[in-house]
């Protein structure tokens, strides 16, 4: 069932995947198990996903490979058990009891390999009153009370992109949860299905946040905190030229090594005074505004005043101590945040760009012993040809 280790390709190296086509956090989840070494298929159907990136460029299939399936198709669902017999992890991110109704659910998955792990990424979950129902990251996360937290006061939340719930509370969950179940299969050969939902892990990574709640040092409103922009010596300052710094002084001798690079030296004691908090974030606006953004980053440089320029997607890369670690990387011409975490004994890299949807069907058809699989290209191809020929010709 599991393929050989191939050394230098990560500690997942031996361990197979299948991912049953999607958007958001279950691609996320495959390349983030793929960048570990795992041997990544994904099956794509025949004319792609609703949403998505132009496949070239589409980072999240890095170092995957992809087949073509028609699971609508008559023989579509054992092509897939087929590939599933010689798994160790599926990852699907339907709605509840599609894959089901596609005849490739948990049962007979589990029935055709009982020691599989099958990984279903959903956002409300597999049970609840909603979990029928649509939605994007920004429901989920707008239900769990984190998206409540973001923002100024007076104005609604910002939408934080699809990082906190798609990706933090839904993609990393899921890796963590197939992993453990990895963990389990191979000790007891016992598979088992893992319900990882957007609202449980994006909940979930508030605990600290309901810990301080509950003792009350956390007054459940926004930019009244210490993290959440109520504290003037953690946030953000726009500079002379428009840009802006980070700021994250909160220990005191943080503190004070901030104060006095600003030229604040009169505020040295308003840390802990919360009633000068105002006096003392107009007078770190107005020295930040004094400055340019670079400016600003010499003043800091070298220090331990907890300040940073915030850069942008494209300035990210070329940051000096973000290129001495390697942290972003290009690859097929893309510049594109490099594998992580990072391990001694076993490297992770990026192995190779974007699956192309069905490009692989052959080397996996031989690498996994599932010859049908070319039949089902070969079907896909006819029926695609006859549908557009059929557009094209209607009489």
Not at 9 to 34: D, K, Q, T, W
Not at 286 to 309: K, Y
Not at 340 to 350: G, K, L, N
């Amino acid at each position: 069932m599991t393929a050989a280790t191939t050394p230098g390709h990560g500690p997942l190296s031996g361990v197979r995947v299948v991912e049953l086509a999607g958007i958001g956090p279950g691609p996320f989840a495959a390349m983030l198990l793929a960048d570990l070494g795992a041997d990544v298929v994904r099956v794509d159907r025949p004319g792609g996903p609703a949403l998505g990136v132009a496949p070239d460029y589409d980072v999240t299939n890095r170092n995957k490979r992809s087949v073509l399936v028609d699971l609508k198709a008559p023989d579509g669902p054992a092509r897939v058990l087929d590939l599933v017999a010689r798994a160790d992890i599926l990852i699907e991110g339907n709605r509840p009891g599609v894959t089901e109704r596609l005849g490739v659910g948990p049962e007979p998955c589990l029935a055709r390999n009982p020691r599989l792990v099958y990984g279903r990424m959903t956002g409300w979950g597999q049970d609840g009153p909603l979990a029928e129902r649509a939605g994007h990251d920004i429901a989920y996360i707008a239900l769990t009370g984190t998206l409540g937290m973001i923002g100024s006061p007076g104005e609604p939340p910002p939408a934080p992109a699809n990082l906190l719930g798609d990706y933090a509370g839904g993609a990393l969950y899921l890796v963590v949860g197939v992993l453990a179940a990895l963990h389990h299969a191979r000790v007891t050969g016992t598979g088992q299905v893992v319900d990882a939902a957007i609202v449980d892990g994006t909940a979930h990574l508030s605990a600290m946040i309901h810990g301080m709640l509950a003792a009350g040092g956390w007054q459940d409103r926004r930019a009244a905190n210490l993290l959440d922009g109520g504290c003037p010596y953690y946030g953000t300052y726009e500079t002379a030229d428009g840009r802006h710094m980070a700021v994250g002084a909160l220990e005191p001798r943080f503190y004070d090594e901030f104060t006095r690079l600003l030229g604040l030296a009169d505020f040295a004691d308003a840390r802990r005074d919360w009633t000068r908090w105002g006096e003392l974030r107009e007078a770190v606006a107005a020295r930040f505004r004094s400055r340019t953004r670079d400016e600003w980053t010499a003043v800091f440089a070298g220090t331990d005043a907890c300040v940073a320029p915030v850069l942008s997607l494209r300035e990210a890369p070329h940051h000096p101590h973000l290129a001495a670690r390697g942290t972003f990387t290009e690859h097929g011409g893309i510049t594109q945040p490099a594998p992580a975490p990072r391990f001694s004994a076993t490297p992770t890299s990026v192995r190779g760009g974007p699956a192309l949807p069905g490009a692989d069907t052959s080397g996996v058809a031989r690498d996994w012993d599932v010859p049908g699989l070319v039949d089902a290209v070969e079907d896909s191809r006819r029926a695609v040809d006859d549908l557009h020929r059929a557009v094209e010709n209607p009489h």
